[in-house]
């Protein structure tokens, strides 16, 4: 079978979660920071590094038969690609931002305005959707620094904690789109069977991720009411202890719900609670 390539960025903010997930999913290979292409040795792929602005276009043109890079990179560059995987991480938000002290109070306040970007595609057409025709300045950096220089009015720029517009006295306006990192694959081998491998390998770190894994103690008496709060991937497994009329139980708990869900186990009788992380789940 052909040896498939993945693109991924060689550095910056999505590289180290991209390559821990590509070694989550148990494939090896060597991260040297200065090799453009590293083949894995016990699955039939390459790795590309490459500046995350050519990953679309790369997987598009299928010089690339996969990707990992932000949503924002991707409908910037309008490459005609297939979403496989939302990936969890790089999360952000594109925005509007405004001077702290400005007048515009509305999306219609930025019409006749200059607005600085390094993202005009994507500006462009959320503008054009609103109604509003503002002068679209496109920079290649340093966005948030324009309207202190006279450059703009306002900007458009990613935006993740907030810092960056603060320490330059930009308030948030308006909310253009949300991205994280998701996992792209070329149109023409999205069926490939080594691509659909990838796919569920990924899947399966990622709901690992999502959850913990748990096991308790609990008296015969408790039992109903401890695993009537437990979903468990089936049902929870429920095992004899040396003390009489004491099992242990073990299940997956959901991350997001985790704290609720252990204090109203503690109320229902379990004891001895222990919570260890999972590496991947397989249905
Ligand atoms: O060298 P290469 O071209 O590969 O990398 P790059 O410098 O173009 O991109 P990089 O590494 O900065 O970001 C890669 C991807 O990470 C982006 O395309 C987004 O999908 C995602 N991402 C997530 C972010 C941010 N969060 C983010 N906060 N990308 C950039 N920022 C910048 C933002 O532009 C602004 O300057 O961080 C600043 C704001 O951060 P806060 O935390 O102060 O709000
Ligand atoms: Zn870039």
Redesign the pocket.
Known sequence: MKTLKIAI???????EKSVELLKNCGLNFENYKSSLISPVSNFPLEILF?????IPEYVQDGIADLGI?????IQETEAEVSYLQRLGF???SLKIAVPNNNDIQSLTDLNGKAIAT?YPVILGKFLKEQGIQSDIRTIS????ISPGLGLSDAIC???????????NGLKPFADVMT???VLISCKATEDNELVKELIQRVQSVLRAKETKYVVLNVHQDNLEAVTALLPGVKSPSVVNLAEPDWVAVHTVIPERDFWDRISQLKQAGAQGIVVMPIEKIIL
Do not use: H, I, P, Y
Request: aromatic residues 0%.
């Open positions: 960025q060689k550095s910056g903010r999505l590289n490459l500046r995350d602005d050519d890079v932000g949503e924002n990179v790089g999360k952000c390094t950096g340093s966005v948030e720029d990613l935006v993740s904690t907030g810092g960056t517009l603060k320490s991205s994280e990192a």
